[in-house]
T-cell receptor
Framework: LAKTTQPISMDSYEGQEVNITCSHNNIATNDYITWYQQFPSQGPRFIIQGYKTKVTNEVASLFIPADRKSSTLSLPRVSLSDTAVYYCLVGDMRAAGNKLTFGGGTRVLVKP | EAQVTQNPRYLITVTGKKLTVTCSQNMNHEYMSWYRQDPGLGLRQIYYSMNVEVTDKGDVPEGYKVSRKEKRNFPLILESPSPNQTSLYFC??????????????FGPGTRLTVL
């Protein structure tokens, strides 16, 4: 079971790029890395997922080094509405008996 | 509209009084799961289901039961609730575990208080 470690919190300013790194040293071969965003009192929302190298969508980029023991979520030019908790999740839903474990989350505060 | 619904959204109950939190999804998803969220502890998986009649324990299953008789529904049952089950509960579903794709769709949450 891949355990994840993230920074507890990060502050940023509007227009800046925010990079959040997640450590997952014992990631398994079939595990994917997924990031979610959560606003207070709402369910988490999917942001991006990757297996290796770099993945980019309209919201974020995900960088995964060759050893896959960590990953970095990059949020370009953040706005106040990006203030939220960001979770890193590592797992493989295909495997019966697989428990999906969220990291502790990183609280990102975007200041004006 | 594709969604995951949970009911009730808020519930205050007393110790030992059995309760059920319902979860339903209209996306024909195979995989469904329940999480609880507590301050400082993040999201922890309680139970999950790979498909109808296939369920398994997550990280914190003690004190909970689930069933998956139909693909769309995945109720969470607390046979004898205790105050330490006071929490915010989320149900989630995902299309198919076959590809390893992990996009889960979360419900709006159920805030449970056990007195």
């Amino acid at each position: 079971l891949a355990k994840t470690t993230q920074p507890i919190s990060m502050d940023s300013y509007e227009g800046q790029e925010v990079n959040i790194t997640c450590s997952h040293n014992n990631i398994a071969t079939n595990d994917y890395i997924t990031w979610y965003q959560q606003f207070p009192s709402q369910g988490p929302r999917f942001i991006i997922q990757g297996y290796k190298t770099k993945v980019t969508n309209e919201v974020a980029s995900l960088f995964i080094p060759a050893d896959r023991k960590s990953s970095t979520l990059s949020l370009p030019r953040v706005s106040l509405s990006d203030t939220a908790v960001y979770y890193c999740l590592v797992g493989d839903m295909r495997a019966a008996g697989n428990k999906l474990t969220f990291g502790g989350g990183t609280r990102v505060l975007v200041k004006p | 509209e594709a969604q995951v619904t949970q009911n009730p959204r808020y519930l205050i109950t007393v110790t030992g009084k059995k309760l059920t939190v319902t979860c339903s999804q209209n996306m024909n998803h195979e995989y469904m799961s329940w999480y609880r969220q507590d301050p400082g502890l993040g999201l922890r998986q309680i139970y999950y289901s790979m498909n109808v009649e296939v369920t398994d324990k997550g990280d914190v299953p003690e004190g909970y039961k689930v069933s998956r008789k139909e693909k769309r529904n995945f109720p969470l049952i607390l046979e004898s609730p205790s105050p330490n089950q006071t929490s915010l509960y989320f149900c989630a579903s995902t299309l198919s575990p076959g590809t390893g794709y992990n996009e889960q769709f979360f419900g709006p949450g159920t805030r449970l208080t056990v007195l």
